[in-house]
T-cell receptor
Framework: DGGITQSPKYLFRKEGQNVTLSCEQN?????MYWYRQDPGQGLRLIYY???????QKGDIAEGYSVSREKKESFPLTVTSAQKNPTAFYLC???????????FGSGTRLTVV | AQSVTQPDIHITVSEGASLELRCNYS??????LFWYVQSPGQGLQLLLKYFSGDTLVQGIKGFEAEFKRSQSSFNLRKPSVHWSDAAEYFCAVGPFGGSARQLTFGSGTQLTVLP
């Protein structure tokens, strides 16, 4: 079955550390997205990529970085510059906006 | 800029009762509209979508939504709620045409279902 796999499901980070969240899709979708979800704030776009080797900042890109070296993969790095990284992170992909987004099951990041 | 407002943060209904979740959007042209559902600790699942044509859209799990251009609304409805419908619901809007493939999400409505 095609889908999006996010790993790990839970991640703990110490202050000052960088961590990388994995997102892999086997849907042959061109576009991929990273969202951050905080209680009561809905989803906020961090980065998106419409094609391999290209990506754009979303609304809250500061303190995050991404890469898109393969169509299937869009990892997100939460750097030490992100002041409040504790959140639920969702990866999504789309073949085209007409079909809506397919979401992964998320990664919950906690700073300890 | 496009925006989405879900005026109800939390709604409680009894099992078997009807449900309507409100969504208002702001967009200068014809939008793409979506409803998603999220169970605790999970990703979002697409319930239904509207692009054009019939303004009453049928989705999965017995949900439907009606697009009203004059009111800039896309409310989600279900005639009889089941306990398994308890979840958080998100409305989203995207631009019609253009190159940007982004959706703007509302802040969500948490649905509680009483037995």
């Amino acid at each position: 079955d095609g889908g999006i796999t996010q790993s790990p499901k839970y991640l703990f980070r110490k202050e000052g550390q960088n961590v990388t969240l994995s997102c892999e899709q086997n849907l042959n979708h061109d576009a991929m997205y990273w969202y951050r979800q905080d209680p009561g704030q809905g989803l906020r776009l961090i980065y998106y990529s419409q094609i391999v080797n290209d990506f754009q900042k979303g609304d809250i890109a500061e303190g995050y970085s991404v890469s898109r070296e393969k169509k299937e993969s869009f990892p997100l790095t939460v750097t030490s510059a992100q002041k409040n990284p504790t959140a639920f992170y969702l990866c999504a992909s789309s073949r085209d906006r007409d079909f809506g987004y397919t979401f992964g099951s998320g990664t919950r990041l906690t700073v300890v | 800029a496009q925006s989405v407002t879900q005026p109800d943060i939390h709604i409680t209904v009894s099992e078997g009762a009807s449900l309507e979740l409100r969504c208002n959007y702001s967009y200068g042209a014809t939008p793409y509209l979506f409803w998603y559902v999220q169970s605790p600790g999970q990703g979002l699942q697409l319930l239904l979508k509207y692009f054009s044509g019939d303004t009453l859209v049928q989705g999965i799990k017995g949900f439907e939504a009606e697009f009203k251009r004059s009111q800039s609304s896309f409310n989600l409805r279900k005639p009889s709620v089941h306990w398994s419908d308890a979840a958080e619901y998100f409305c989203a809007v995207g631009p019609f045409g253009g190159s940007a493939r982004q959706l703007t999400f509302g802040s969500g409505t948490q649905l509680t279902v009483l037995p």
